[in-house]
């Protein structure tokens, strides 16, 4: 595959990563550890999944980091901090309480995943080490990226909720979601090796999305809609899909699966509505 599409993936990645974390500093100290742990956690858990699940492998990125012996890229863990966080401001704009917001950001942040992976695998950005179901993407990818965003997001925020804001709480709080965030997604990750063999993949993904859904629905119906959004919410979201429909039409994938534009189109538009206005909601102020 061409190779020129591992240097445009990273430089919108850490471009936007950039741009990102100096909206996270103006935000406040918060905002900014906040942002900067997702992407250590992000780190994390590629190192794992890398090294010690060995669910997959990565091709050869301009910025790569050697872990024991696997090359983990840069521009991962970054981009992983930047939806994280992209995330957590959309869900703490629309007035949800603050212990639902994580299921939020966890389908927030698939929404961007259900473009990108089916595109990475086509184009070698990383390999998996079994067949893929979905266009070549395990379904345990997918529960994977709401659970990860909902652990980290979850911990934090309840940290939060328990001490008083001051700068050593502001730094620590993010910091410390790294431990218990880190245990529940391999806690996770362990009880649904255990189902998979029973409903398989792809209904137990069905079944913990609509779980996110199911609880999060009544919230969303009450929801409260800002006039205004933040530029990121709008122009992150639309550059990622966009690249991903545009590197789509440039692979074999395209001429596989035709019904993959269909898809992808229908996750973009999905997406951008929800970072944009929180839910599809015709009373939505746009």
């Known amino acids: 595959m061409p190779h020129w599409t591992f240097l445009v993936v990273e430089v919108i990645a850490f471009l936007f990563g950039g741009l990102v974390l100096r909206e996270a500093w103006q935000a406040g100290r918060r905002d900014f550890v906040t942002m900067l742990v997702g992407m250590g956690f992000g780190f994390a858990i590629e190192v794992f999944f890398v090294t010690q699940y060995a669910g997959y492998s990565y091709g050869d990125f301009l910025v790569d980091l050697p872990v024991l012996g696997h090359n983990v890229p840069l521009w991962v863990a970054v981009g992983w901090g930047t939806i994280i966080w992209i995330s957590m401001r959309a869900s703490d704009r629309i007035g949800l309480p603050w212990a639902v917001r994580p299921l939020l950001d966890g389908l927030l942040a698939l929404s961007l995943d259900l473009t990108l992976d089916p595109v990475a695998e086509a184009l070698g950005w990383w390999n998996w080490t079994r ?156």
């Open 131 to 286: 067949p893929g179901q979905a266009w070549g993407v395990p379904y345990d990818n997918f529960i994977g990226w709401m659970l990860i965003v909902a652990s980290i997001s979850f911990f934090v925020r309840l940290g939060y909720r328990w001490l008083k804001p001051s700068w050593l709480v502001d730094i620590l709080i993010p910091i410390g979601a790294l431990i218990p965030s880190v245990a529940t997604v391999a806690g996770a990750q362990l009880a649904l090796e255990k189902i998979y063999p029973h409903l398989g993949e792809p209904l137990t993904w069905l079944i913990v999305a609509f779980i996110f859904g199911g609880i999060l629905f009544p919230f969303l119906q009450k929801a409260q809609f800002p006039a205004k959004n933040p530029w990121f919410l709008t122009v992150v979201p639309l550059s990622y899909h966009g690249l991903m429909l545009f590197l789509l039409l440039a692979t074999p994938l395209v001429g596989q699966h035709p019904e993959l534009i269909l898809f992808m189109v229908t996750a973009t538009l999905t997406s951008l509505t929800v970072f944009r206005h929180g839910v599809l909601n015709a009373n939505a102020e746009a």
